[in-house]
């Protein structure tokens, strides 16, 4: 049973480029989370998301930040027209059932902008 | 060896001691505690976590102590090995959603031989 499969696992955009992370939760995990991680700090919630649904995008961006989660294929985490400020590392977690103890976290996307 | 104050971001121990690690939390309707261990270049591992109704928990060379009165959570590691070098992180709930975790900046445990 594959753990949560996140890539790319670096990606490097240039300013005022797309940027598009994916993250394929655990087989039978319908619960998604992206959490963002800047250097020398803890984790920061963003969304949470179920299958086609948004729950809860509390911690994202108002604007250039989207996430979604289809019926068919991974969890996308995309960030428009990135600036330096969005370097980061970027973690998906997912769990069958709401987050508790049988969450577990990818091993990030880390990006970088030139 | 032991974390102390509010934040120390390093912890240096020797191999075979006991690691204690500390951390303050925020929010008093917090109920739901994690402790998690994230090695260079992959994502947080589950450690142990703990209710507000409880005020100690133990695992495998893992014990989690929880005071409410001072907000103050700690990770115990019996017998610190190598293999515990690594950042660890408490995370708390934030307001009655347990999928929203609020993570603190992370203490920095090195293992020496």
């Known amino acids: 049973n594959a753990g949560v499969m996140q890539n790319p696992r670096h990606l490097v955009r240039r300013r005022g480029q797309e940027a598009r992370l994916r993250c394929s939760p655990m087989k039978g995990h319908s619960h998604v989370y992206w959490y963002r991680q800047l250097p020398e700090e803890g984790l920061k919630f963003m969304v949470y998301?179920?299958?086609?649904?948004?729950?809860?995008e509390s911690g994202m961006p108002k604007e250039r930040f989207s996430a979604e989660f289809p019926k068919e294929g991974p969890s996308i985490l995309r960030i428009q027209q990135v600036v330096r400020g969005d370097s980061a590392a970027y973690f998906c977690a997912s769990s069958s059932r709401v987050m508790n103890t049988e969450a577990f976290f990818g091993q990030g996307t880390r990006l970088t902008v030139v | 060896g032991e974390s102390v104050g509010l934040h120390l971001p390093t912890l240096s121990v020797q191999e075979g001691d006991n690691s204690i690690i500390n951390c303050a939390y925020s929010n008093s309707a917090s109920d739901y505690f994690i402790w998690y261990k994230q090695e260079s270049g992959k994502g947080p591992q589950f450690i142990i976590d703990i209710r507000s109704n409880m005020d100690k928990r133990q695992g495998q060379r893992v014990t989690v102590l929880l005071n409410k009165t001072v907000k103050h959570l700690s990770l115990q590691i019996a017998a610190t090995q190598p293999g515990d070098s690594a950042v660890y992180f408490c995370a708390e709930n934030m307001g009655s959603n347990d999928y929203k975790l609020s993570f603190g900046a992370g203490t920095t445990v090195t293992v020496r031989a």
């Open positions: 998301l179920q299958k086609e649904n948004i729950i809860d």
